[in-house]
């Protein structure tokens, strides 16, 4: 329990300092809650459409087990692909999620996530802490993350950080329904738009497709995601 509090209380700790990233991408709206001897698969990819990044692709590919009832360890890879360019791998993580089990019988349950990442081809490495929250009323789930992340190896002592929200409505048994945004207030960069997902047997296909508000560099992005979850 101590380790859980801790990694709360050194997120709330750094939330006000502030650099810049642009949101949404490859990104998840993670859940706090974990579920021991669950196994992950997934790939995630998103293209950028309009302005500055137009063009431009992100792709990130992940695995993870649960260890725990509260622990969750995850490896990510990140690549990048830009217009006309090549396929470039940027990152790989190393991934902790831990669910706040004394939050679990609140209306919210609340969770952190901390990652580094080993940056690949003169990327700098980077930290990121999360912290989770998630409302399960029904067929409804209704998730909170407060992310923040800085360079580690680089002259930067900034911190980034982003709002990210998604709400989902589970039609039945394959089709899921919702909506999803990500913001960096700072930077008036601001991603919001609809999202479905189809589950068929132990893999679910979901797209979402958000436009760009105020200082967004790119008119809209498409997200794609596959899972597997065995």
Excluded: C
């Amino acid at each position: 329990m101590s380790i859980r509090v801790s990694a709360l209380a050194l997120a709330s700790a750094i939330f006000p300092l502030a650099a810049h990233a642009e949101p949404g991408g490859t990104s998840g709206i993670s859940s706090p809650a974990v579920t021991q001897g669950d196994i992950k698969l997934e790939w995630r990819s998103t293209a950028w459409d309009g302005e500055a990044l137009d063009g431009d692709w992100s792709h990130r590919a992940q695995a993870s087990y649960s260890f725990t009832d509260w622990w969750r360890a995850q490896l990510n890879a990140r690549a990048s692909q830009p217009d006309d360019g090549d396929f470039e791998w940027r990152s790989i993580g190393i991934e902790n999620a831990f669910e706040f089990t004394a939050t679990s019988d609140w209306p919210v349950q609340f969770g952190g996530q901390i990652e580094y990442k080993f940056g690949l081809d003169d990327v700098e490495d980077s930290l990121e802490l999360k912290l989770l929250a998630e409302r399960r009323v029904g067929a409804f789930s209704m998730r909170f993350n407060i992310t923040v992340e800085r360079d580690v190896t680089g002259d930067s002592d900034e911190w980034e950080h982003i709002y990210s929200t998604r709400v989902m409505w589970r039609a039945n048994d394959t089709w899921q329904f919702g909506v999803e945004g990500f913001s960096e207030p700072e930077e008036n960069a601001h991603y919001f738009g609809p999202r479905a997902g189809v589950s068929l047997g132990d893999a679910t296909l979901s797209v979402g497709y958000l436009a760009g508000i105020d200082e967004a560099q790119a008119d809209a992005q498409v997200r794609i995601g596959l899972e597997w979850a065995p």
